[in-house]
């Protein structure tokens, strides 16, 4: 596995969301700004492909353009020698959009229901739009409020697959008392009340992980109500990818392996940055911010020196 933070995309199963497509704009730019190197990948999934990135994002895909053994064989094996998985649905999950992401989230314990998710007191200007405030506690839901899970389906987690080596949780549920959900039970659509019903899914599967959501509008940058910019829908996506980069599997590589997160900047000091990239003072945003960290940590250290004399 590759050290280089890269992400790629699938672009072999016309799926909805890719890299070229304009209502994502915010999502790659956000990547982009991140300083990662993204690429994507087409004509077929296999583990020498995979094997560039550090994550690998599924994202919705459609119109009957399933994804083979062979390909889940692939996917499987990657997480299992440490790459992260991002896998999303949208709603109605694999009957409506003709998928089988199942076969694949399956063996990490991940089920993707054939639902809509509904919530008649808490939602964003429309009940399709339920706002999700339940959060179990966890990197990626540190700092989180409120997001919007709009056009979204559920998630069923499966704890007969863990062993040593997996474990599988949900990380953010639909209200208690107001949510249901329109389900299809394999003949027709069903209205039902549901209670906390999981809608973003984790899992560590050998030494990789996955992250599973059944929300595609939360990565779109359309609309304020319910799409990236909607709520705290771009913190949960700033903390999933950077949880999922952050891997280190011994002491050595703890010591050796930088640690992506995501922080605000303040809007001076980001275009001061940007000027400095231009004029090829330093390489990378990355660059700087180490570097700084480096002045304050010296400083600080000979002040405390200092203060012990």
Same mark, same amino acid.
């Given at each position: ?134 959060? @179990?506690? /966890?990197?990626?839901?540190?700092? $989180?409020? &409120?997001? *919007? ?6 998630? %069923? ?89 952050? @891997?280190? /599997?011994?002491?050595?590589?703890? $010591?050796? &392996?930088? *640690? ?6 303040? %809007? ?42």
């Amino acid at each position: 596995m590759k050290t280089e933070f890269n992400i790629g995309f699938d672009c072999s199963h016309q799926n909805k969301l890719s890299i070229e497509d304009p209502g994502f704009n915010d999502f790659i730019e956000y990547l982009f700004n991140s300083d990662l190197k993204l690429g994507k990948i087409e004509a077929g999934i296999t583990y020498e492909k995979l094997s560039d990135y550090n994550v690998f994002i599924i994202g919705v895909p459609f119109a009957g353009s399933y994804i083979t053994v062979e390909e889940i064989d692939s996917l499987t094996q990657y997480v299992k020698d440490g790459g992260s998985l991002l896998i999303i649905n949208d709603k109605g999950g694999e009957f409506e959009n003709k998928n089988n992401l199942n076969e694949l989230t399956k063996i990490f314990g991940i089920k993707f229901n054939p639902d809509q998710l509904f919530d008649n007191d808490h939602f964003s200007k429309d009940i399709s739009r339920p706002i999700i405030k339940d959060f @179990k506690k /966890h990197f990626i839901t540190r700092d $989180l409020t &409120q997001i *919007i899970h709009s056009n979204g389906c559920t998630i %069923q987690i499966d704890k007969s697959v863990e062993t040593e080596d997996i474990d599988v949780s949900a990380i953010a549920f639909s209200s208690e008392d107001s949510a249901w959900h329109k389900i299809f039970n394999g003949e027709v659509w069903l209205d039902e009340p549901v209670e906390k019903a999981p809608v973003i899914a984790i899992s560590h599967y050998g030494m990789g992980k996955v992250v599973a959501i059944g929300n595609l509008s939360l990565f779109s940058g359309f609309h304020a109500l319910y799409g990236i910019q909607a709520a705290d829908n771009f913190r949960l996506i700033s903390n999933i990818i950077a949880w999922l980069m952050n @891997k280190a /599997h011994s002491k050595e590589a703890q $010591l050796s &392996q930088p *640690i992506f997160i995501t922080i605000p900047v303040e %809007q001076d000091l980001y275009y001061w940055m940007k000027e400095k990239l231009d004029e090829e003072r330093w390489q990378n945003v990355e660059e700087i911010i180490n570097f700084a960290l480096k002045v304050v940590k010296f400083r600080m250290r000979k002040q405390e020196s200092l203060e012990d004399l």
